[in-house]
């Protein structure tokens, strides 16, 4: 952990009211999603992203070029802001994006980010963030580059899993006991616990 511990921003990056980001964080925790999305969300919060800069500045890389789009150097702020991939999928799920002032500091800026959006949007935006890492390191590690609307296409599925599955713990169709019985006849029956994609 210790490799990420290098800020990209590391002056005046106090957060103006330590009230709203306690919110935000308290939002954060309560949200509907997988516990590796809400980390992976703080993270992102506290610039403790391996992102080429910050490698760099620990001298393990020398190139810093974001892999996503090969144009700017790659950082937290210009992956999760400013990278021209990123701003085609957010407007392609329809997550309005904040267009408070450029130089402000990336913790405020995010922590506004989030208590101005609904529940859902921060959702959205939580997953989307986690996708598009997920498709950064793919380009980075494997060299398997997506398509804007492949990338859409993930998050919108994934989302409405959330939603299904929260709905079916919701209304009660998971009971809470489930017995294995043996099937009649010769059948044989398996039992997996696992997720199942048809
Ligand atoms: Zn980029």
Redesign the pocket.
Known sequence: MALYKGKEYTEGNNIEQPQELSNTYTRLWGLNIPNKIRIHFWKIINESMPTLWVLKSQKLVVNTL?P??Q??Q?SVA??FRD???LKQVLEGIGVVSSTSNIDQNWKQRLVEEVLNNSITGFRLLAISYWALWYNRNKIYHEEIREQVHEVIGFINAYMLEIEQLSGLSRSGHIPKHIIWEPPEGDIIKFNFDASFNQ
């Open positions: 974001c996503v789009c144009v700017e790659e210009h992956l990278c021209d991939f």
